[in-house]
């Protein structure tokens, strides 16, 4: 049984057999296994040489049809070398004798093989290491997981672990099969992570070097609440997490039971609870659990799901179904964020030195204004659907915001002429996320319909902390006393502006913040649909009177770590089950 720390990026516990996914880029680990294991190793291997003589039998085929006889004689190498019959029993040897696992002995006897063709003189010999390398990926990825990376279409239920996932693998999860995720490397606010609480599927991120402490296969448990993985569970610890799984879900059926009441506090002050949905169809979803609309429709997902670019077809439709879905209620499309996590193959990403700091999101648009102009006609032509509305995101000057309000109206005048239905009058804001856009938000709020405060980001170019690096997670705090104090700035100056005020970051799903934001005068928040009835209850049990009170004292606070201390009093004192 090991047991490994990382960062809780989704609550929940989950149970189960893992998938390794990314295997060629880990050591695999020496494990040695029980005697009556043996055969079961063996009939692995088994299988999993002839998976691959049969994989490389119709690339041979293939090979041959698309590129010629000669390009197919590579394979056949590799055809031939899988089915020798000495590799296997050298790998058998090695489970046998020494009790290894499967992937062990086999990456062994390779590593032999690949030293002595190291050594050979023969220069045929010798280029054929590579294609060693080549093989050893292939078979260990039968022998460690049944699908590699393929995580769209599995067949059984499994854990997945691995280094990272792409945007395009997180946006492909197959919910039903995929019970938790533990991962190497991330943040609370990666990207990652925001999905997989977005699908309420429990994971671990930042756990260094999980892929090489667990083999294809084994169990694990995912405690995604308090950041923990357990591998090789012994029976006390699975039925010790089996019972907090319980728990877990009674305490989000009873949550459910909120879903009809108001978000009003015990002072009678009602607040908005708005959702954060990725796509369009998760809308439905958010309005079942009580959303009072649409705070953030990050719309840069369309874009994440294949190597081609959504046409003007396919977005509109997309905006529609989200506007039509929120029924009425406020739908704010954000205008495509792509860059830093979120690179898309379909716009072929541009690769900057420092992608955070570099040609992203709105910056990317504005230098794109084709591909910007028919989003923003999707958005458009949506509009008159519902009640959508606009938002920028990483604005950093007025210029920005100006440009962007520019191609709007661009775009307005084309589809006016073409006789396209839209919404004149639809509300344009945007997001405070960059500490520019906060430190001049009383210019902003001249020129902006309205803020939502994205603290994902405004921590990480506050603190300068990069918010998917686990190396410096420990210096990301959204309650660092800095944000904070860029926080109510935004707030103050949205009340003397007039304008409407939300906050979309994570922190709005988490109840440990929920008293000081209200007490800070936010009165909108939008959230993972299934954060809402949670910190519905946590407004349900507080007075804006203590907010403010509690807020006051923390503004005079200048540590994040007594921010934090003084937050979880104060909500354990309204109910300990909070935390
Ligand atoms: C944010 O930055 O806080 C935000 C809500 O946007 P995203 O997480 O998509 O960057
Ligand atoms: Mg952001």
């Not at 055969?39 to 293939?62: F, G, K, M, Y």
């Not at 030195?353 to 949506?382: E, W």
Request: aromatic share 6%; proline share 4%; with cysteine.
């Amino acid at each position: 049984m090991i047991t490994k720390k990382g960062i809780s990026a989704s609550p929940g516990v989950a149970i189960g057999p893992t998938l390794v996914l990314d295997t060629e880029e880990f050591r695999i680990p020496r494990r040695t296994i029980d005697p009556s294991q043996v055969p079961a190793q063996i009939q692995t291997l088994d299988a999993a040489l002839d998976a691959s003589r049969q994989e490389v039998s119709e690339l041979r085929l293939s090979a041959a049809r698309k590129l010629g006889g000669k390009t197919a004689t590579i394979f056949e190498f590799h055809e031939q070398f899988i089915a020798d019959p000495k590799l296997r029993t050298n790998v058998v040897e090695l489970i046998e004798q020494h009790r290894y696992t499967a992937a062990y002995s086999f990456a062994q006897v390779m590593n032999r093989w690949q030293r002595v063709f190291q050594t050979v003189a023969d220069p045929y010999l010798k280029e054929r290491v590579r294609d060693l390398f080549d093989i050893e990926k292939r078979v260990l990825r039968h022998i460690l997981g049944s699908v590699r990376e393929d995580i769209s279409r599995l067949t059984e239920s499994v854990v997945i672990v691995a280094h990272d996932l792409t945007p395009s693998q997180a946006v492909s999860l197959d919910r039903q099969h995929i019970l938790g995720l533990a991962i190497n490397v991330g943040g609370q606010t990666s990207h990652m992570a925001i999905i997989a609480r977005m699908h309420g599927i429990p994971a671990v991120v930042a756990l260094n070097d999980i892929t090489s402490d667990v083999s294809g296969g084994e169990t694990v448990i995912i405690d995604g609440t308090h950041g923990i993985v357990i591998a090789n569970p012994d029976a006390d610890a699975v039925e010790r997490y089996r019972t907090q799984e319980r728990e877990y879900h009674a305490f989000e059926l009873e949550l459910a039971g909120l879903r009809d009441l108001p978000a009003v506090t015990r002072d009678g002050v009602p607040v908005s609870l708005m959702a954060n949905i990725e796509f369009a169809e998760e809308t439905q979803a958010a309005m079942d659990a009580g959303a009072a609309g649409v705070g953030l429709y990050r719309s840069e997902f369309l874009f994440l799901s294949g190597p081609r670019l959504p046409t003007e077809e396919q977005q509109y439709e997309a905006f529609r179904t989200a506007a039509r879905h929120a029924g009425g209620k406020t739908t704010i499309i954000r205008t495509m964020d792509l860059g830093a996590d979120k690179m898309a193959e379909s716009i072929g990403a541009p690769h900057d030195h420092n992608p955070v700091l570099g040609l992203r999101s709105l910056r990317y648009c504005l230098q794109h204004l084709d591909m910007f102009k028919t989003h923003l006609r999707a958005i458009l032509r949506a509009s008159v659907e519902g009640n959508v509305q606009i938002m920028f995101p990483m604005i950093t000057t007025l210029m920005e915001l100006r440009q962007a309000k520019a191609t709007l109206a661009d775009v307005m005048e084309d589809l006016e002429e073409e006789e396209i239905p839209f919404r004149r009058d639809l509300a344009t804001g945007i997001m405070v996320e960059t500490p520019a856009a906060a430190l001049l938000s009383s210019a902003f709020a001249k020129e902006a319909a309205f803020f939502s405060i994205g603290t994902n980001d405004l921590t990480q170019y506050t603190l300068a902390v990069d918010r998917g690096n686990e190396r410096v997670s420990h210096l990301y705090s959204p309650h660092n006393p800095a944000v904070l104090r860029l926080i109510r700035q935004v707030i103050r100056a949205a009340r003397v502006g007039n304008i409407p005020v939300a906050l979309c970051g994570e922190m709005a799903g988490a109840p440990i913040y929920t008293q000081l934001l209200l007490g800070l005068g936010l009165r909108a928040l939008s959230m993972a649909p299934k954060d809402i009835p949670e910190i519905k209850k946590v407004i349900r049990s507080t007075t804006i009177a203590r907010c403010e009170k509690i807020a006051r004292r923390i503004m005079r606070f200048d540590a994040d770590r007594q921010v934090l201390n003084y937050l979880r009093d104060n909500l354990r004192a309204i109910g300990p089950e909070f935390i």
